[in-house]
């Protein structure tokens, strides 16, 4: 059984920051394709950002210049480095990742964190 589980969320001012981290644990052959996504109250989930096993990075325009995505291989984690954050960044953030435990990589997602940025 693989599971996402995500930590790093919280309540920040306008023009803070948070690190979102997202651990990937089980049966785990490979990972290819890690992300961010964020869901707010009355609005369909949306991608923040995603990363691919060799490091490449494409981000939604909002996060462009504020956000950073990284991964750790070795340890099957994904960061959100959020900076200058903004009352519209309040959402649920979920981790989302292509892995593959020895078959096709299927799509798995996290819990989600609460993130909230006060004016």
């Known amino acids: 059984q693989v599971q996402l589980v995500e930590s790093g969320g919280g309540l920040v001012q306008a023009g803070g920051s948070l690190r979102l981290s997202c651990a990937a644990s089980g049966k785990i052959f490979s990972i290819s394709r890690m992300g961010w996504y964020r869901q707010a109250p009355g609005n369909q989930r949306e991608l923040v950002a995603g990363i691919t096993n060799g490091g490449s990075t494409n981000y939604a325009d909002s996060a462009k210049g504020r956000f950073t995505i990284s991964r750790d291989n070795g340890k099957n984690m994904v960061y959100l480095q959020m900076n200058s954050l903004k009352p519209e960044d309040t959402a649920v953030y979920y981790c989302?990742?292509?892995?593959?435990?020895?078959?096709?990589?299927?799509?798995?997602w996290g819990q989600g964190t609460q993130v909230t940025v006060s004016s």
């Open positions: 989302n990742a292509d892995i593959s435990s020895g078959y096709a990589p299927r799509p798995y």
